[in-house]
């Protein structure tokens, strides 16, 4: 079946101006993860959502950042204001189940470049 | 906090090679350990999941090893191939917490 998938998969955007970011989950996976992934560094967690509960959002790196999540399908990320530091590769994963001890399948990422 | 370490950084084999990646973590109350595979602008490809209650997973070429009591987990990949280059991430579940806490990566150059 179809894995994960972002769109766009590459996002170049000004300084200041906001961008969305979009995962699609495998059908049926009802866990949704955000990563980030700046040069040079490891993944970040950034928030994850399970079904209908309340996400977590511990991961947020700033007030800047929101996530949605409707039901057990798409998701969108979305970054106000962009700053440099915002660029990197921002990742998205879903799993079968949530709880943390289920494989992680993970999309392409999508490329973010704050000029 | 759980951190996870990989060593070397970047390591450089002949084709034929068997070699051994590294990784560490230091919270061993983990619900799995997933190997990745990374290609240079792409996503992430998992290749081995060890639940804790697991000591190796084999696949192929691969096997990958778990010691919870010290913190370790090697890939083993035998017959190196250079279309094994690519970066190797490894990850640690904790128990109770769903995220992945990741190392920065081994990056793999496998030369004909």
């Known amino acids: 079946g179809a894995g994960v998938s972002q769109s766009p998969s590459n996002k170049v955007t000004e300084k200041g101006k906001d961008v969305e970011l979009r995962c699609d989950p495998i059908?049926?996976?009802?866990?949704l993860y955000w990563y980030r992934q700046r040069l040079g560094q490891g993944l970040e967690f950034l928030i994850y959502?399970?079904?209908?509960?309340?996400?977590?959002k511990s991961g947020l790196p700033s007030d800047r950042f929101s996530a949605e999540r409707t039901g057990e399908s798409v998701s969108t990320l979305t970054i106000q204001r962009t700053q440099q530091e915002d660029s990197a590769v921002y990742l998205c994963?879903?799993?079968?189940?949530?709880?943390?001890?289920?494989?992680?399948?993970f999309g392409p990422g999508t490329r973010l470049t704050v000029t | 906090k759980q951190e996870v370490t990989q060593i070397p950084a970047a390591l450089s084999v002949p084709e034929g090679e068997n070699l051994v990646l590294n990784c560490s973590f230091t919270?061993?109350?983990?619900?799995?350990l997933q190997w990745f595979r990374q290609d240079p602008g792409k996503g992430l490809t998992s290749l081995l999941l060890?639940?804790?209650?697991?000591r190796e997973q084999t696949s192929g070429r691969l096997n990958a090893s778990l010691d919870k009591s010290s913190g370790r987990s090697t890939l083993y990949i035998a017959a190196s191939q250079p279309g094994d280059s690519a970066t190797y991430l490894c990850?640690?579940?904790?128990?109770?917490?769903?995220?992945?806490?990741f190392g920065k990566g081994t990056k793999l150059s496998v030369i004909p």
């Open positions: 060890i639940q804790s209650s697991q």
């Open positions: 959502f399970q079904g209908n509960s309340a996400p977590d």
């Open positions: 994963a879903s799993t079968r189940q949530g709880g943390g001890q289920y494989e992680q399948y």
């Open positions: 990850a640690a579940s904790g128990a109770g917490s769903y995220q992945l806490t």
């Open positions: 919270d061993s109350a983990i619900y799995n």
């Open positions: 059908s049926g996976h009802t866990a």
